[in-house]
């Protein structure tokens, strides 16, 4: 069995909160309204942002964003 690497020492320093902003940011100019979408504030020194849960229509959406291929006329 192989060993987690959890030195975070490795990992760059992204403040969650600005990361958040950054998604969202990135997500309206793809049309794209996240239902929930926050930094995790349970668990500060992994720094994680939660999406929370989506609609089938927005997950595909999100899937299809990064490809560029934004499906033309989805309703989410």
């Known amino acids: 069995m192989g060993t987690r690497n959890t030195d975070s020492s490795r990992v760059p320093a992204i403040d969650p909160y600005v990361a958040v902003e950054t998604l969202r940011a990135a997500l309206d100019d793809a049309g794209i309204v996240p ?15 939660e999406s929370g849960r989506a609609r ?13 291929s934004l499906l033309g006329g989805a309703t989410c």
């Not at 926050?38 to 942002?49: E, G, Q």
């Not at 089938?56 to 560029?68: D, E, F, S, Y």
């Open 35 to 49: 239902p929930s979408l926050k930094a995790d504030s349970a668990s500060p020194d992994l720094a994680l942002v």
């Open 56 to 68: 089938a229509g927005v997950a595909m959406r999100l899937a299809a964003a990064p490809r560029g």
